[in-house]
Structure formats: C-alpha cells, structure tokens
C-alpha cells in the first residue's frame, strides 16, 4: 500500500532536546525502540522523533514504512540523510539516489525532493542553520 506524505506529517517531538553545551551525547538505539514501541508507529503510521536541537542544528530520527513517499518542499541550507535501518531512494529534480543501512548522503542544493521507502526504514536527517531556521 502506497502512501504519499508531506514531512510535516511525521514530525513529532517526544519532549525538548535543545542543547548548547559542548559535548551531547545520544542513544540513538533507545530512540529507535521508543518509535518501534510507539501505538501510532504500529498502526503503520509515520513516526519522527527530534533527537537534538540547537540555534544551528537539528536532528530528527525519522521511520517509515515501504511504499511510503516523503515530500519535502525547497528548504535553504544543507541537509544530511543517514540509513540506519532499510532502503531507501531519495529523488530531487532529476537525480535520484538509492541509500541502503550505513549509507549517509548530503544535499547541498536548497530544492525540494521526496523519500521512498523501499523497505521499512529508519533514518537520521540532520538539518542546518539556515535549513532549522527555514523551518521554524
């Protein structure tokens, strides 16, 4: 079953993690197990998580499910794509890219692309300045 979102969807916070100190430390594994036992994310819901945020950065620990397609409108700023878990194939304007688990990509163009999940995936996308202050 084919299932097309917008990200704003998936967003979803389980509390603040808004730091500015020098070192951070985050159990990405923990978060991973909070969504697989979320009700929301077993009713084949998309689910997104902040993991960390500051001024300058943000990191969402996103899962989806096969089939599913996010879309992202053009955002400023550089973005980074990180497979934890599954496959995936990232499109924007004529390029596509297909990432697997380990596979970390970095879009440096400020233009709109989508996400599909070829098979239930987790990843992380970490967000820069200008892309955390376009938006919030």
Same mark, same amino acid.
């Given at each position: 079953m084919e299932q097309m979102i917008t990200e704003a969807t998936i967003q979803q916070t389980l509390?603040?993690?808004?730091?500015?100190?020098?070192?951070h430390k985050i159990d990405i594994t923990s978060f991973l197990e909070k969504i697989k036992k979320d009700?929301?994310?077993?009713?084949?819901?998309?689910?997104?998580?902040?993991?960390f945020k500051s001024d300058n950065m943000r990191i969402i620990l996103y899962?989806? $499910? &096969? @089939?599913?397609?996010? #879309?992202k409108q053009k955002k400023?700023?550089?973005?980074?794509?990180?497979?934890?878990?599954?496959r995936m194939q990232f499109n924007?304007?004529?390029?596509?890219?297909?990432? $697997? &688990? @380990?596979?970390?990509? #970095?879009?440096?163009e400020s233009a709109a692309y989508s996400i599909v999940a070829k098979r239930k995936t987790f990843f992380l996308k970490t967000f820069t300045k200008a892309a955390?202050?376009?938006i919030t």
């Open positions: 509390g603040d993690r808004v730091s500015d100190t020098p070192l009700k929301s994310w077993k009713e084949n819901d998309p689910k997104g998580v902040t993991v899962g989806i $499910r &096969k @089939g599913t397609e996010v #879309i400023d700023g550089k973005i980074t794509i990180q497979v934890l878990e599954g924007s304007g004529d390029q596509s890219v297909k990432l $697997r &688990k @380990g596979q970390m990509l #970095i879009v440096n955390v202050e376009s």
